[in-house]
């Protein structure tokens, strides 16, 4: 198990254990991660990580609070790390996105025109390489929505949609825990843009198998 999802796992029971409540402010850092027997470091990515999924409140200049949610959907936010480790499903969904996304960049390569290629451009050039892990994703989300809607096949777009949904906690989880997400997503989204712009089908769906592939190694690797 990652230093991280020890730590995560490590203010988890503190919370099961009634330690910490909605509410209640955490530690000092010094003070908890001797508590906890952890680095310090390593907890600060784990009062990261937990910031993302809205478990933890950080004020700056105050301190990082438990949120507010009921202790019961408290609970399941943070058990969705341990879940992520052990649910083959997600990894089903990701084969499944892996063949319909690049079909659909393929797709939109053949029949895009200038005005869609220019929106999708609008996606890609509004976020930078000093987005947030949140903002990635949001972006992420957003430009492979935009290609399934260029095929021009409205039932082929909300399938992808649906399924994308179901992949949002594994791509946040990545964009935590693993190094340079953010740059390597932003080459890879111009590159697949940029071959549906050229019009090259079988060069936007080779890259969009291996864009789809990247979180699913990512996820293969952390079982």
């Given at each position: 198990m990652a230093v991280t999802d020890e730590a995560i796992l490590r203010i988890k029971e503190m919370i099961i254990a009634g330690e910490l409540a909605p509410g209640d402010r955490l530690p000092p850092e010094k003070e908890l991660s001797e508590r906890l027997g952890l680095s310090r470091s390593s907890l600060r990515e784990a009062v990261k990580a937990l910031e993302v999924i809205r478990v933890l409140d950080v004020r700056r200049g105050d301190g990082t609070y438990v949120t507010s949610l009921e202790p019961r959907l408290l609970l399941e936010a943070m058990s969705f790390v341990v879940d992520l480790h052990d649910d083959q499903s997600i990894l089903e969904i990701l084969a499944v996105r892996r063949i319909l996304e690049s079909a659909a960049s393929s797709l939109a390569a053949r029949q895009a025109d200038a005005a869609v290629i220019a929106q999708l451009r609008e996606v890609v050039a509004g976020v930078d390489h000093a987005a947030d892990v949140e903002s990635l994703v949001a972006?992420?989300?957003?430009?492979?929505?935009?290609?399934?809607?260029?095929?021009?096949?409205?039932?082929?777009?909300?399938?992808?949609?649906?399924?994308?949904?179901?992949?949002?906690?594994?791509?946040?989880?990545?964009?935590?825990?693993?190094?340079?997400?953010?740059?390597?997503?932003?080459?890879?989204?111009?590159?697949?843009?940029?071959?549906?712009?050229?019009?090259?089908?079988?060069?936007?769906?080779?890259?969009?198998?291996?864009?789809?592939?990247?979180?699913?190694?990512?996820?293969?690797s952390a079982l």
């Open positions: 972006h992420d989300l957003e430009f492979h929505r935009g290609i399934a809607e260029a095929t021009g096949n409205a039932y082929l777009a909300s399938l992808i949609d649906s399924l994308s949904s179901h992949t949002v906690r594994a791509r946040i989880w990545r964009g935590i825990t693993q190094e340079n997400v953010v740059d390597r997503t932003l080459q890879e989204h111009h590159a697949i843009l940029d071959a549906i712009a050229a019009g090259d089908a079988d060069l936007a769906q080779a890259l969009t198998i291996a864009h789809v592939s990247g979180v699913e190694q990512w996820l293969r």
